[in-house]
């Protein structure tokens, strides 16, 4: 499935957009694979982009003030 149909059918968030400007969006899209337990993104680094979850999950953590490691919320499709 290509990027277009994919975020379409499957990611509500863009229902409302115009074809050609979710053509445009798809067309600037990359698919990365990432492997269990590795780190996308942490905290204070500079994002410039929007990413969407295709399949698995993503768990979001953040350090306690205890330094302890939390886990705060998990994205899954």
Same mark, same amino acid.
């Given at each position: 499935?290509?990027?277009?149909? &994919? ?6 968030? &863009? =229902? ?11 067309? =600037? ?12 993104? &942490? ?22 003030? =205890? ?11």
């Amino acid at each position: 499935m290509d990027a277009l149909t &994919f975020l379409r059918e499957h990611v509500s968030l &863009f =229902s409302g957009v115009s074809d050609g400007n979710l053509a445009d969006l798809s067309g =600037s899209s990359a698919l990365l694979q990432f492997k269990a337990g590795q780190t996308i993104l &942490f905290k204070g680094a500079t994002v410039d982009g929007l990413h969407v979850v295709v399949s698995g999950s993503v768990g979001v953590y953040v350090k306690s003030t =205890s330094k302890t490691v939390v886990r705060v919320a998990e994205l899954a499709t």
